[in-house]
């Protein structure tokens, strides 16, 4: 079982960075992907950013290409999504997931789920 723990939201103006952290703890299988979702109120859980243990790629969805980073620190446990150049459109509840086996954007296809965190852009 694996325990994911998200920080590092808050509120922040457009055009202002966030680092979010995730820490994991428990178990996972050797192949396994983490990573990001958001959902803004009234929309779909969408992925953001994900790392895949597999072959170590990573993946951005187009809206946050060249502005959000993600990384790992396997010392700590930790992941984390450097969040740059913010905009309102990226308000959301941002959640770290976990599952085992290949990436896809699908987030029923994800076992593990951290409680959520409220990031909110705005002047």
């Known amino acids: 079982q694996l325990q994911l723990v998200e920080s590092g939201g808050g509120l922040v103006q457009p055009g202002g960075s966030l680092r979010l952290s995730c820490a994991a703890s428990g178990f996972i299988s050797d192949y396994y992907v983490i990573g990001w979702f958001r959902q803004a109120p009234g929309k779909e859980r969408e992925g953001v950013s994900c790392f895949s243990s597999s072959d170590g790629s990573t993946y951005y969805a187009d809206s946050v290409k060249g502005r959000f980073i993600i990384s790992r620190d396997n010392a700590k446990n930790t992941l984390y999504l450097q969040m740059n150049s913010l905009k309102p459109d990226d308000t959301a509840v941002y959640y770290c997931?976990?599952?085992?086996?290949?990436?896809?954007?699908?987030?029923?296809?994800?076992?593990?789920w951290g409680q959520g965190i409220q990031v909110t852009v705005s002047s």
């Open positions: 997931a976990a599952r085992d086996g290949v990436w896809t954007t699908d987030a029923s296809q994800y076992d593990y």
